[in-house]
């Protein structure tokens, strides 16, 4: 079991970061050593010390020995899936209002990066499900969400499965981290409370569109609210005040919507008339002729190859003789011909 505050002990997972920035991740062990190309550091000079300690490797290089954050354990962690940056999990446990004791449900388990934020906030009073398709992505979430909160967390059951045969019901919160959420929407207005709070994050405009105008369209929710974060750091030195060259821009998009009670619809919304609206609608439009065109063209093969086979079947009746009854021409066969010569 790692600890998170006090000295340094056995087990505990230790960020080393050198003059120039560089992070090094270690887990302590008694009688261990971590080389650099600077020389080796000892385990043992860092157990019993206080965190925020340095410590010197024996080439004389110094080293700054503090426990990693969350944000700095769910960039190096190993991974399956892509995870979902700090900045995003932030988001979501924030604007999603995650709080303590609250039922939470989750697809997309992925690395388990998010999954490590909202055990965090639901507390051991809480309780969160979590769904994964692949089991070799929920093997690797499971490793790296026991090995940083420290074992197996009892407010979590992992399930190896497809979201959308949720049974389980009365969730506060539902968090969908799918390629197709809106596919999935039958089962989370079956599963949430009245006043429960979706969010989907979902990494293109064409899938924050679809996932919008769903959730419009079904009515029982509120206005679906559509954002990103873009984060950026700051130089500071002296009067050398600048934006970074770097920053974390998209990663994804959040929408967001709230449950209304049973039987429900939102007073609609008055918008100014958009090109953009109406583009959606001919589309969905065309979509739809396209689909009754199709099931229509496969109606009309059925109905085809049924005649086919009806034209068939009656052709091979008529041709047979009933049974009993010689065939017709039977009995009138030619005299026998008189011999040659006769």
């Not at 093997?139 to 074992?151: P, T, Y």
């Not at 984060?231 to 005040?241: I, K, N, T």
Request: glycine letters at 10%.
């Amino acid at each position: 079991m790692t600890s998170t505050t006090g000295p340094f002990h056995e087990g505990d997972r230790v960020q080393l970061t050198d003059p120039k920035g560089r992070m090094h991740t270690i887990v302590l062990e008694p009688g261990k050593s971590y080389h650099t190309h600077r020389g080796a550091l000892e385990h043992d000079d860092l157990i019993g010390r206080p965190e925020g300690s340095v410590i010197s490797s024996a080439g004389g290089t110094q080293y700054l020995a503090l426990r990693p954050l969350l944000s700095d354990y769910v960039l190096s962690m190993p991974r399956g899936a892509q995870v979902i940056y700090p900045k995003d999990a932030a988001q979501i446990v924030a604007m999603g209002d995650i709080f303590p004791g609250a039922k939470v449900l989750e697809a997309g388990v992925g690395s388990g990066a998010l999954t490590c934020s909202l055990l965090r906030a639901v507390g051991e009073h809480g309780e969160l499900h979590s769904y994964e398709l692949r089991d070799d992505f929920a093997a690797i979430a499971r490793k790296n969400v026991e090995s940083f909160l420290g074992g197996p967390q009892k407010a979590w059951n992992l399930h190896i499965g497809d979201v959308a045969g949720n049974t389980e019901t009365g969730f506060d919160r539902i968090v969908l981290d799918m390629l197709t959420p809106w596919e999935a929407l039958d089962m989370v207005e079956r599963s949430i409370v009245p006043g429960g709070v979706f969010v989907g994050y979902v990494a293109t405009t064409p899938q924050l569109s679809e996932l919008v105008e769903a959730l419009r369209e079904r009515g029982g929710w509120t206005e679906p609210r559509a954002w990103e974060s873009l984060v950026r750091d700051w130089h500071a030195e002296g009067l050398a005040v600048r934006p970074d060259h770097r920053m974390i821009a998209h990663t994804a998009f959040l929408v967001s919507a709230r449950k209304l009670a049973p039987g429900v619809m939102a007073p609609p919304r008055r918008r100014k008339p958009s090109k953009g609206a109406e583009a959606y609608a001919l589309k969905r439009a065309a979509q739809a002729a396209l689909a009754a065109a199709s099931e229509a063209e496969a109606a009309a093969v059925v109905e085809s190859a049924a005649h086919e086979s009806a034209a068939h079947e009656s052709a091979a009746h008529e041709g047979a003789a009933p049974k009993g009854v010689a065939p017709e021409g039977a009995g009138d066969a030619a005299p026998d011909a008189a011999p040659e010569g006769d």
